[in-house]
């Protein structure tokens, strides 16, 4: 038999190399493998952007991993927008596995978009059970407090009470509380008002009341009917200035075990923040509650408030706690004169820190045969020493939005709700300068590619040579 000259038997060193290679080749398949199979499992990114842009906020994160039921979000849109709705619904799937989106474009099943009444694209769906929402932005804030009003259920109606110099919640000006009202109902609460005067009787549908900074001495049955009704199981918030008094401050302090100092608290450090104003007080200190956990790290502004603490009334049923102080560069002074001057003394002045606001229960025995709001047999009530700290000029700064919606959440038994919520984003514009921008144009459009062409234009030479 005749053999090829060229024909070889293979060596052994060749089918060596060969069997590594397909080896090689085998292991790294099964890694990427791997890798895929643990991305898709464990989905994780890192956002790097200034102020986490692309990260959800400690609220949002809190309230969808804490989800015990499913919970819908159904996106409508075109197909072409459906992947950078992707990237932003899956900040939201990665933290719980109960969160189910669907994207559904109304061209293609215009069947689905007429039972949810879709009017435009970019509309979200958040349902869950028979609550549903319609959100038509793509911004956390939105999609946040949609899932929040669906979650919470049923609207809880909060009546302001009027008749005696109260902030007015449709009052657009600077102590107004028109702002206050939007966050309110942005959490699913209807905000109504009520004149004590006319009727003194609070609705039996009342979830919460609150009595915010009357300007005159409230009539013995206007309180009255404010006892009646914390009585059989209500929640109350009091927002009183130091001008308070009459029947009002007498109740809380016999009756609800709060101690109210006709006084009113200066803040050279805060004053120092805002303008120089010692009146602008700034409590960056919680005790332990329900209503100030989230806001350790957080300050919150009171402007003209009043000391409120807890009492030391003998046997008293009520339960009271602290819950924020003044720094400790703060005093106590007594009230303005008739011109409005404070005089300090920093000898005689009660000196800081100061309890600025309390929260109490009271046990009560709330049934249907009582005026009763509550979700339980106990009143729950809170009195903060300033009505400004929630109007128009003053909700937005810093943690006081968060602290008054937190505790209306918890006079409204919904604490799973109490957190720190999402803030609007936020642009970082870079400003640059007129020499700044020349030095950009010539080094990044002149200058890098000019580098790259004699790089090139050299090693072509080079090769030439060779």
Request: hydrophobic share 40%; net charge negative; glycine share 10%.
């Given at each position: 038999m005749n053999h090829d000259a060229n024909d070889k038997p293979l060596r052994p060193n060749y089918l060596l190399q060969r069997s590594s290679l397909v080896v090689y080749l085998l292991v790294a398949v099964a890694v990427l493998v791997a890798v895929n199979v643990l991305a898709s499992r464990h989905d994780q990114s890192w956002d790097l952007t200034k102020g986490h842009q692309h990260s959800l906020s400690a609220e949002s994160v809190k309230i969808v991993s804490q989800l015990q039921a499913p919970l819908q979000l159904l996106y409508f849109d075109r197909s072409s927008n459906f992947g950078s709705a992707r990237d932003f619904f899956g900040r939201y799937q990665r933290e719980s596995n109960k969160l189910d989106v669907q994207y559904i474009d109304p061209d293609r099943h215009p069947d689905q978009a007429r039972a949810f009444k879709i009017q435009s694209y970019g509309t979200t769906v958040v349902k869950s059970g028979e609550h549903q929402e319609l959100v038509t932005s793509l911004a956390e804030q939105d999609i946040t407090n949609a899932i929040v009003r669906v979650l919470k259920g049923a609207k809880k109606t909060i009546y302001f009470v009027e008749g005696e110099g109260e902030r007015d919640p449709d009052d657009?000006?600077?102590?107004?509380?028109?702002?206050?009202?939007?966050?309110?109902?942005?959490?699913?609460?209807?905000?109504?008002?009520?004149?004590?005067?006319?009727?003194?009787?609070?609705?039996?549908?009342?979830?919460?009341?609150?009595?915010?900074?009357?300007?005159?001495?409230?009539?013995?049955?206007?309180?009255?009917?404010?006892?009646?009704?914390?009585?059989?199981?209500g929640h109350a918030l009091f927002l009183l200035n130091f001008e308070a008094a009459g029947p009002l401050v007498n109740y809380l302090q016999t009756q609800l075990n709060v101690k109210l100092t006709p006084d009113v608290v200066l803040d050279q450090e805060g004053g120092q923040l805002?303008?120089?104003?010692?009146?602008?007080?700034?409590?960056?200190?919680?005790?332990?509650?329900a209503i100030t956990d989230p806001m350790h790290g957080v300050a919150t502004l009171f402007p003209v408030t009043r000391t409120v603490e807890a009492?030391?009334?003998?046997?008293?049923?009520?339960?009271?706690?602290?819950?924020?102080?003044?720094?400790?560069?703060?005093?106590?002074a007594p009230p303005p004169s008739a011109d409005g001057r404070v005089a300090m003394d920093p000898v005689s002045d009660r000196r800081g820190p100061l309890a600025l606001g309390v929260a109490g229960t009271l046990a009560t025995v709330a049934g249907p045969g009582l005026q009763n709001a509550g979700d339980s047999a106990e009143a729950r009530y809170v009195v903060y020493g300033s009505p400004d700290f929630a109007s128009n000029v003053a909700l937005g700064v810093s943690g006081n939005r968060d602290l008054f919606l937190n505790t209306m959440d918890w006079l409204a038994a919904q604490q799973n709700f109490i957190t720190i919520r999402p803030q609007a984003p936020t642009s970082s514009p870079v400003n640059l300068s007129a020499a700044q921008m020349t030095y950009i144009f010539w080094i990044f459009l002149v200058g890098l590619p000019l580098l790259i062409i004699i790089g090139g234009t050299t090693m072509w030479l080079r090769r030439r040579r060779l």
């Open positions: 657009s000006g600077r102590s107004g509380y028109s702002q206050l009202k939007t966050a309110l109902e942005a959490e699913n609460f209807t905000v109504q008002k009520l004149i004590l005067a006319q009727t003194p009787a609070v609705p039996a549908d009342c979830a919460t009341l609150i009595i915010a900074g009357p300007t005159h001495p409230m009539l013995q049955p206007e309180v009255d009917a404010i006892e009646k009704y914390i009585n059989g199981g805002f303008g120089g104003d010692p009146t602008m007080v700034l409590a960056a200190h919680y005790d332990a509650h009492g030391a009334e003998p046997g008293a049923k009520a339960v009271v706690s602290p819950l924020l102080e003044s720094g400790p560069d703060s005093m106590a």
